[in-house]
């Protein structure tokens, strides 16, 4: 069966620091890979999505990045955090299509003080 | 553009009571359409799915949900509400061509024994 890995749970981080989020995904091929962000009464905002590998689609313009190294490995990154970067961001997968379930990993709590 | 609407930001219910959860969507084609559920601080999980067919669909715990096109209306449905069910309940539609699914804000429930 397939698993997703998300770290890690917690993070606090200063302002200006830089940051990385790793996801990992298990018993599939190709899957087509997401980050979300989950701020306090605003939903879910979709980041990134990539289909393949080194292939990415920004939602929101800002200052993080994605990146996509292996087939099942997705990395959320910033350079420099911002205050307003502080949320739960959620990693998911699913087979692709938009009739595919997205299949989502327990989160990581980021808070930029 | 694709949108999702989930008018009630939170709603209270007694244990053992009737529960519906409003979502309205706009879309330009028969849309595919989802209900997670969040338990607090965890990822989402997969209540239901809508992709053609019987307008009435069964999801996992007791959910159902029900497509009127006619409303564009994707409500969430529960007979009698479990204290367990107290979590946030999110309605996703699937976007053809793109691979993606945009969520409403969501609504969070709350049980009272």
């Known amino acids: 069966s397939q698993t997703i890995h998300q770290w890690p749970a917690t993070l606090v981080q200063p302002v200006g620091s830089p940051l990385s989020l790793e996801c990992t995904v298990e018993?599939?091929?190709?899957?087509?890979l997401y980050w979300y962000r989950q701020a306090a009464g605003r939903g879910l905002q979709l980041l990134f999505y990539?289909?393949?590998?080194?292939?990415i689609s920004s939602e929101v313009p800002q200052n993080l990045s994605a990146s996509r190294p292996q087939d099942r490995q997705f990395i959320l990154s910033s350079k420099k955090l911002l205050l307003s970067d502080s949320g739960f961001y959620l990693c998911?997968?699913?087979?692709?299509?938009?009739?595919?379930?997205?299949?989502f990993g327990n989160g990581t709590r980021l808070t930029v003080t | 553009a694709q949108s999702v609407t989930q008018p009630d930001i939170h709603i209270t219910v007694s244990e053992g009571a009737s529960l519906e959860l409003r979502c309205n969507y706009s879309?330009?084609?028969?849309?595919?359409l989802f209900w997670y559920v969040q338990s607090p601080g965890q990822g989402l999980q997969l209540l239901l799915k809508?992709?053609?067919?019987?307008?009435l669909v069964q999801g996992i715990k007791g959910f159902e949900a029900e497509f009127k096109r006619s409303q564009s209306s994707f409500n969430l449905r529960k007979p009698s509400v479990h204290w367990s069910d107290a979590a946030e309940y999110f309605c996703?539609?699937?976007?053809?061509?793109?691979?993606?699914?945009?969520f409403g804000t969501g609504t969070r429930l709350q049980v009272f024994p």
């Open positions: 809508y992709f053609s067919g019987d307008t």
């Open positions: 018993g599939t091929s190709n899957p087509n």
């Open positions: 998911a997968w699913s087979l692709g299509g938009a009739d595919s379930p997205l299949h």
């Open positions: 996703a539609v699937g976007v053809r061509l793109a691979d993606k699914l945009i």
């Open positions: 879309y330009g084609a028969t849309p595919y």
């Open positions: 990539s289909v393949g590998i080194g292939q």
